[in-house]
C-alpha cells in the first residue's frame, strides 16, 4: 500500500519554471517506477517523464524532453519534475504515478498500480 501527494502546480508565465514533488507514503519501499503524467481537457493521460526508484534510468516523452528534469530523493520519499521554458501547451492536470515493478511499456499508464490526486499546473500564453 503506497500514497502519492503531489504539490507545486500553480498559475505561470511561459518560459517560467516551476518544480512539482511527489511524496510517497506506506510501503515505501516497493516502489521500483515512479513516473509524472499529465492529462489535458479533452486528451488522454500521457507520459511525462519516469525513473526507476534506484535512480539509474530515466525517461523522458519527446514534448519535454531537454526541458524538464525527473529527480527523486529517496531518504525523503518523494520524486520531483523540474519544468523549465514553459508552454502553454504544458498546462494540464499532473499525477504522480508509482508501482513496485519496473514497467514496461514504461509510458502504459494503466499499468501504474498507485496514483496521487493531481496538481494543476497553467501556463499562460
Known amino acids: 500500500q503506497v500514497q502519492l501527494v503531489e504539490s507545486g502546480g500553480g498559475l505561470v508565465q511561459a518560459e517560467g519554471s516551476l518544480r512539482l514533488s511527489c511524496v510517497a507514503s506506506?510501503?515505501?519501499?516497493?516502489?521500483?517506477?515512479m513516473g509524472w503524467f499529465r492529462q489535458a481537457p479533452g486528451k488522454e493521460r500521457e507520459i511525462v517523464a519516469a525513473i526507476k526508484w534506484t535512480g539509474d534510468y530515466t525517461y523522458y516523452a519527446d514534448a519535454v524532453r531537454g526541458r524538464f528534469k525527473i529527480s527523486r530523493d529517496n531518504s525523503k520519499n518523494t520524486v520531483y519534475l523540474q519544468m523549465n521554458s514553459l508552454k502553454s501547451e504544458d498546462t494540464a492536470v499532473y499525477f504522480c504515478a508509482a508501482d513496485d515493478r519496473f514497467i514496461t511499456p514504461i509510458t502504459s499508464a494503466v499499468q501504474y498500480k498507485y496514483w496521487g490526486q493531481g496538481t494543476q499546473v497553467t501556463v499562460s500564453s
Open positions: 506506506g510501503r515505501t519501499s516497493s516502489i521500483s517506477t
